[in-house]
C-alpha cells in the first residue's frame, strides 16, 4: 500500500473482495440432507505437501467434529478426500475436484466456519468476512499471508517456538528435516474444540 500511495491508491480497510457468477452459485439444495442446516468447509489441500495437514491428523479431525464437514479441494485432491471421507466417523462430504473454483467458493460463502491451510480458499474465505481457523504448517502468517480482515473471530493455529519453522515461503513436497512437527504437533483436539464454539 506504500508502494501504491505514488498513485493515490488509499487502503479503504474493508478487505478484499470476490465475486461468484450467478451461474455459479451453489444451491446447497443439492447437498445431502444433513449439510442444508449448516456446515464446516474443510479445506483437504494446498499447493505444497508441507502446507497440508496429514491423512492421519485430517481424519482425526473429522472424528472429533461432531458438525457436518464438507472437503474443498481440486482434482488433485480427490484421492485425499475419498480416503479421509472412506476413514472417519464424521459427517464427511467429499467436493473434492467436484466443484469450479467459484462454485468452491460459493460452498466457502454458505459455510458456517472455514477450515483452512494456507491457501488460496483461505483467502476467498476471508473475502467473505467468514470465521476462520487457519492451520499453518512450514510458512508464518509473519510473512504477510495471512487472511486479511476476516470474521473477527478468526484465529491462526500454529506450532510456536520450532527453530526450523519458517523453513520456506512458498512450501516443499517433504518436509526438509523429515520429521513435519510444523504439522504433526498440531492439536486435533484444539482445532475441533475450537471448530465447536466458532460454529
Known amino acids: 500500500m506504500q508502494t501504491l500511495a505514488l498513485f493515490d491508491v488509499v487502503n479503504d480497510g474493508k478487505g478484499l473482495d470476490y465475486y461468484i457468477p450467478e451461474k ?17 468447509a474443510l479445506v483437504a489441500g494446498a499447493r505444497h505437501y508441507t502446507k ?8 482425526a479431525l473429522c472424528d472429533l467434529i461432531s458438525k457436518p464437514i464438507i472437503l474443498l479441494g481440486g482434482k488433485e485432491d480427490i484421492v485425499t478426500g475419498d480416503a479421509v471421507a472412506g476413514h472417519t466417523k464424521g459427517i464427511v462430504y467429499n467436493a473434492c475436484g467436484k466443484f469450479s473454483i467459484n462454485q468452491s467458493a460459493s460452498l466457502v460463502q454458505q459455510a458456517r ?6 491457501t488460496g480458499l483461505m483467502h476467498i474465505a476471508a473475502a467473505f468476512k467468514k470465521k476462520i481457523i487457519s492451520l499453518w504448517g512450514n510458512t508464518i502468517p509473519e ?18 517456538g520450532l527453530t526450523c519453522r519458517p ?3 512458498i512450501g ?8 513435519f512437527r510444523c504439522m504433526n504437533e498440531l492439536d486435533e483436539k484444539q482445532i ?3 471448530a465447536h464454539v466458532l460454529f
Open 24 to 40: 455459479d452459485t451453489v444451491d446447497i439444495s443439492i447437498l445431502p440432507p444433513a449439510f442444508r442446516q449448516g456446515y464446516i
Open 52 to 59: 497440508q495437514l496429514p491423512m492421519n491428523k485430517l481424519v
Open 113 to 118: 466456519l472455514v477450515i483452512s491451510h494456507d
Open 143 to 160: 510473512f504477510g499471508m495471512f487472511p486479511y480482515f476476516p470474521d473477527e473471530n478468526s484465529r491462526i493455529i500454529q506450532v510456536e
Open 167 to 169: 523453513c520456506s515461503k
Open 172 to 179: 516443499y513436497d517433504r518436509c526438509p528435516r523429515g520429521h
Open 192 to 194: 475441533a474444540s475450537l
